[in-house]
């Protein structure tokens, strides 16, 4: 038996950042790279969310783990490298401290929503097996919708990446955490992270994102996004557990602001200010409430909970706004 | 209605028995140590409301910490019936 220790990914709405974050949270120098992060927001804008039925809201530049190679050593495999002994070659990879990143199809897969009820192909995490008893030890959201560690049995996992269509998806990654990687904090770069979020502007071309840009909003401009996106819950069944997840990245988005704003406090980068746990607390709880309000729409499907959503996003939006507006300076002096 | 006993099952079937009556029990007054998740605590507000057919309101849950004590939510579940009787 062996396990890869897994540590708190300290934001976990999406597995693609989870996964990642919980390999690397406890290395030297972490706190560094991850203030530095996490700061820009992209949404499918509105005639894109048309298309789809539902935005595709997400945290800018972490959806794959080929982002995060400042903090990573990362191997890709496509399929034929693994096709012949796929449980071997996982056993083989944790053996030498490597987790293993993988797309498999959910409906193969135990302990998750979609178990033997839908085809559904989504990330894995697996950190440890047991050989005795034929089990891999995963992570991820289980069928409570809670995300946590299972052990699901080894025929699970090689048929669930058996069943994914491997010419359409990403190739299955090996990740270890990368040993003394120097990030240092850089508030240029937060500054400039931070004013193109204000500014609503596309930060993929600065960045070199191998992601696509056309069809996109950033920054300020995802509130209207995610607003019309829950708009249509009330014109057709569009899916309401992923707009539940986009406000939980949003939480997380407003939560890591704090976090970030007080680290740099205590590295004297922006001075002391006794209203800003406070304030940023009040826009913290309010997108929770939104977040409560949704869910309690999927259960009873009142329109009303909808509009007071939408208006509250409004409003988060602008104290939000201004709230930064009032750091940004400090941070562009950049502690100097 | 034991209102007490009510709102005990009702937490039961809201976690879809994850936690057993016996583990509400263990706990007494204080329901914030079962660590319920945000999408338990919404789903025992709706059942709460078809239970007594009541309305809570979602903002009252942080507001009042009212899922987090059992007499509190006996309480709110009281005063709701005495007022829905009132009218």
């Not at chain 1, 406890?26 to 894109?48: A, H, K, M, P, R």
């Amino acid at each position: 038996m062996k396990q890869l220790p897994l540590y708190d990914p300290r934001i976990y709405g999406r597995m693609y950042y989870s996964f990642p974050l919980s390999i690397i949270a406890n290395e030297e120098g972490f706190e560094n790279w991850f203030y530095s992060s996490f700061i820009q927001l992209q949404s499918s804008d509105v005639t894109e969310t048309l298309a789809r039925g539902v935005a595709d809201y997400r945290f800018f530049y972490v959806s794959s783990p080929l982002c995060y190679e400042q903090v990573l050593d990362i191997e890709a495999y496509p399929f034929e490298a693994f096709s012949e002994g796929i449980t071997k070659f996982i056993e083989d990879a944790v053996d030498t401290g490597k987790y293993v990143y993988a797309y498999v199809d959910k409906y193969y897969v135990s302990d998750n929503p979609f178990f033997q009820k839908r085809h559904y192909m989504q990330e894995t995490l697996i950190h440890g097996y047991d050989r005795e008893s034929r089990t891999f030890s995963i992570i991820g959201f289980n069928k409570q919708r809670l995300f946590a560690p299972s052990v699901v049995p080894y025929a699970d996992i090689a048929n669930g990446i058996r069943h994914v269509d491997w010419n359409q998806s990403a190739p299955l990654f090996l990740l270890r955490a990368k040993k003394r990687a120097h990030t240092p904090f850089r508030p240029d770069e937060v500054y400039l992270l931070l004013d193109e979020y204000l500014q609503a502007s596309n930060s993929c071309s600065r960045i070199g994102s191998p992601e696509r840009s056309e069809g996109l909003v950033f920054g300020m401009d995802t509130y209207e996004a995610l607003a019309f996106s829950l708009q249509r819950l009330l014109e057709d069944k569009a899916p309401i557990v992923t707009n539940i997840a986009s406000l939980h990245v949003l939480w997380e988005h407003k939560k890591m602001m704090l976090r970030r704003l007080e680290y740099m406090c205590a590295n004297n980068i922006i001075p002391p200010d006794s209203s800003r746990a406070d304030q940023w607390g009040q826009i913290i709880n309010l997108v929770d409430l939104c977040k409560r309000r949704l869910m309690k729409f999927e259960f009873k499907g009142d329109p009303g909970l909808i509009g007071q959503i939408v208006a509250d996003l409004s409003s988060i939006r602008q104290r939000e706004e201004a709230l930064l507006r009032k750091e940004l300076p400090f941070i562009k002096l950049g502690g100097t | 209605m034991n209102i007490e006993q009510t709102i005990k099952e009702t937490v039961v079937a809201a976690t879809d028995g994850a936690v057993d009556l016996e583990k509400v029990e263990s706990v007494g007054d204080n329901l914030g140590s079962l660590g319920l998740s945000s999408l338990v605590q919404v789903r025992l507000i709706v059942l709460l409301e078809e239970k007594f057919d009541i309305e809570v309101d979602v903002e009252m849950i942080e507001e009042m910490q009212l899922l987090n004590s059992l007499s509190s939510m006996v309480k709110y579940v009281s005063d709701e019936l005495k007022l829905g009787v009132a009218d």
